[in-house]
């Protein structure tokens, strides 16, 4: 059974900065796209950033471009999300997803930036940024 865990969430101030990890176990890591999203009250989840098995491919959503940062390590099965700069804009439930490696080269970036082609999800961990 796949289980995704997130943790590292929490309270800061704007301008300041939070790690999110992400634990995978039941699942071949390194064959698995790593996705995040977040959820703010009252609206769709969006893409925040994802990062290829091999992590030779990494994609963000535009606004988080030069904030974040995406990484992983496999020989832990873990993925992270640095996050700097925050705003209260990035307050929101941020949720780590799985996604088999199905898509390579020009078509990466649309197919793993869209929530529907992930297979499995955390259950998420709360950012809240306080002005």
């Known amino acids: 059974q796949v289980s995704l865990v997130e943790s590292g969430g929490g309270l800061v101030q704007a301008g300041g900065s939070l790690r999110l990890s992400c634990a995978g176990s039941?699942?071949?890591?390194?064959?698995?796209?790593m996705g995040w999203f977040r959820q703010a009250p009252g609206k769709e989840r969006e893409f925040v950033a994802a990062?290829?098995?091999?992590?030779?491919?990494?994609i963000y959503a535009d606004s988080m471009k030069g904030r974040f940062t995406i990484s992983r390590e496999n020989a832990k099965n873990t993925v992270y999300l640095q996050m700097n700069s925050l705003t209260p804009e990035d307050t929101a439930v941020y949720y780590c997803?799985?996604?088999?490696?199905?898509?390579?080269?020009?078509?990466?970036?649309?197919?793993?930036?869209?929530?529907?082609?992930?297979?499995?999800w955390g259950q998420g961990t709360q950012v809240t940024v306080s002005s």
């Open positions: 039941g699942l071949t890591f390194s064959s698995y796209v």
């Open positions: 990062i290829s098995g091999s992590a030779s491919k990494i």
């Open positions: 997803a799985a996604a088999f490696t199905r898509i390579q080269g020009y078509f990466f970036d649309r197919y793993y930036s869209t929530r529907d082609n992930y297979d499995y």
